[in-house]
C-alpha cells in the first residue's frame, strides 16, 4: 500500500515532501510547504479556471502526498506564503469571507467572463456557475470583481441580479 501511495505522490509531482523533519518548523517550513503546494497546483489551477478554494487545496494537497498529511492551518500558512512574482499564485481573501488560491491570470479569468456574458447579453451568477463550471460562490465573487474594476453592470429586478458588459466604459 506504500508504494502504490508513494506512486500517486509522485504522480502529482511531490516526489519527495516537505515534512517539519526535514525542514524545520515555523516559517521555513510553511515557505518550502507553499513551494511545494504551487509546484503541485499548477496544473489543478489552470483546470479550475484560475481559482480553487482553500479547501479543494487542502484536499487535493493532502490527496496527492497520500502520506505525512498537513493540517489544515499549514496549509493556510503555506498559501500565505505563496506570491504571485515567485509562485505565480496568491492567497486572497474575498469580500465574503472565502480564502482562495488564485492564479496570476486575473485579465483571462476577466476576458472569459466577460465573452460569456457578451455571448448570452446578461449573466446571473446562477448562468455563470453553470456555463464555466465554477461553484455558484466562486461564480459570485468573480461578478463582484468584475463590477468592482468596472468591466460589467448590475441591475437588480424583482426576478434576481443580471449583469451586463458595462458600455459606459467604452465611451
Known sequence: KQ???R???ITAGISNPVTRESHG?????HKSLGSELARMLDGPLREAGGV?????VYCRYNR???IELVSPEDVV???KTLTPEQHGMELKKFSSGVLVVEGDNFKSIMDNLLQTIKSNECCT???LSNVMSIPLLLAKERLQAAEQ???VCRDETDDGIFFYENLFCLM
Open 3 to 5: 508504494w502504490y501511495q
Open 7 to 9: 506512486r500517486v505522490a
Open 25 to 29: 518548523t515555523g516559517t521555513s517550513y
Open 52 to 56: 480553487l478554494s482553500v479547501s479543494e
Open 64 to 66: 496527492a502526498r497520500g
Open 77 to 79: 500558512n503555506a498559501c
Open 125 to 127: 451568477a446562477m448562468n
Open 149 to 151: 474594476h468596472g468591466i
